[in-house]
């Protein structure tokens, strides 16, 4: 009997639940960058950084409350770029757009999906992994949300936190960080050369995820998630030389 009764009313104990962390979401804290974005990875030894701007029409519909877009050349061509989009607190309306439903949006048909390993201070953290085409363009994608003392791939896990820390928390700060690497045309017409080209993106990408890591979690406010470091964030990121594509 009681299991019927409880079966019966599990849908409306469910709504007000969903009602109640809602309501949560609603009130919730806006937490500020405890440091600047400006500092997240803002060069690198042997390439030459532009930084790229969203327009406002793109803010008003992404709604974060900061960002910083920069696109990192060689030579003549552009060989990855990095993106952080930070949201101060996040409600209906106003959350973290996954690069899952964007970037098709954008053109990018997903070839592959699936996870990758980063090691920042030692650890690794797991991120969101993705070959993308595009006409004649192919890149590697690595992205994964960053705040609140965790790192996670997730999209299901990510909901849940947010849903989870706006109720007993009433905060839900947090970044979005994405590093998009173009994987060399000149490999497209060999399978062999093609696979050893998507290698070193994928290198290349965790090199620069290591630093990306490390960054954001010294202008991130609260604790770094474990591991990670303890640079001051009023302290600039060093250039450092990545491996050579």
Same mark, same amino acid.
């Given at each position: 009997?009681d299991?019927? +009764?409880?079966?019966?009313?599990?849908?409306?104990?469910?709504?007000? /639940? @969903?009602?109640?962390?809602?309501? #949560? *979401?609603?009130? &919730? #804290?806006?937490?500020?960058?405890?440091?600047?974005l $400006?500092?997240?990875?803002?060069?690198?030894?042997?390439?030459?950084?532009?930084? $790229?701007?969203?327009?406002?029409?793109?803010?008003?519909?992404? @709604?974060?409350?900061?960002?910083?877009?920069?696109?990192?050349?060689?030579?003549?061509?552009?060989?990855?770029?990095?993106?952080? @989009?930070?949201?101060d607190?996040?409600?209906?309306?106003? %959350?973290?757009?996954?690069?899952?439903?964007? =970037?098709?949006?954008?053109?990018?048909?997903?070839?592959?999906?699936?996870?990758?390993?980063?090691?920042?201070?030692?650890?690794?953290? +797991?991120?969101?992994?993705? =070959? =993308? !085409?595009?006409?004649?363009? &192919? %890149?590697?994608?690595?992205?994964?949300?960053?705040?609140?003392?965790?790192?996670? *791939? #997730?999209?299901y896990?990510?909901?849940?936190?947010?849903?989870?820390?706006?109720?007993?928390?009433?905060?839900?700060?947090?970044?979005? /960080?994405?590093? /998009?690497v173009?994987?060399?045309?000149?490999?497209?017409?060999? !399978?062999?050369?093609?696979?050893?080209?998507?290698?070193?993106?994928?290198? =290349?990408?965790?090199?620069?995820?290591?630093?990306?890591?490390?960054?954001?979690?010294?202008?991130?406010?609260?604790?770094?998630?474990?591991?990670?470091?303890?640079?001051?964030?009023? &302290?600039p %990121?060093?250039? +450092?030389a990545?491996?050579?594509?």
């Open positions: 009997m299991r019927i +009764v409880l079966r019966r009313y599990l849908p409306a104990i469910l709504l007000l /639940v @969903g009602v109640a962390l809602l309501w #949560s *979401a609603r009130s &919730q #804290s806006a937490i500020p960058l405890a440091g600047s $400006q500092t997240v990875l803002p060069q690198l030894s042997g390439y030459r950084v532009t930084n $790229q701007r969203i327009s406002d029409e793109e803010r008003r519909i992404v @709604g974060m409350t900061d960002y910083q877009a920069r696109a990192f050349w060689r030579d003549t061509s552009v060989a990855f770029t990095t993106y952080v @989009g930070y949201y607190r996040q409600t209906q309306g106003k %959350s973290m757009h996954s690069p899952r439903n964007c =970037l098709p949006g954008a053109g990018w048909e997903i070839m592959t999906a699936d996870t990758g390993s980063v090691v920042a201070g030692g650890r690794p953290y +797991v991120v969101n992994k993705y =070959l =993308l !085409k595009n006409g004649n363009l &192919q %890149s590697v994608v690595y992205y994964w949300y960053q705040g609140r003392g965790r790192v996670v *791939a #997730s999209e896990a990510v909901k849940w936190n947010l849903l989870r820390d706006a109720a007993l928390l009433g905060h839900t700060e947090e970044a979005l /960080v994405r590093i /998009v173009y994987v060399r045309a000149s490999s497209l017409g060999n !399978k062999t050369v093609f696979d050893r080209a998507v290698a070193d993106a994928e290198r =290349l990408g965790r090199e620069v995820g290591a630093r990306l890591l490390v960054d954001m979690a010294h202008v991130l406010p609260g604790e770094a998630p474990a591991g990670v470091g303890s640079r001051r964030s009023d &302290q %990121s060093e250039t +450092v990545l491996s050579p594509r």
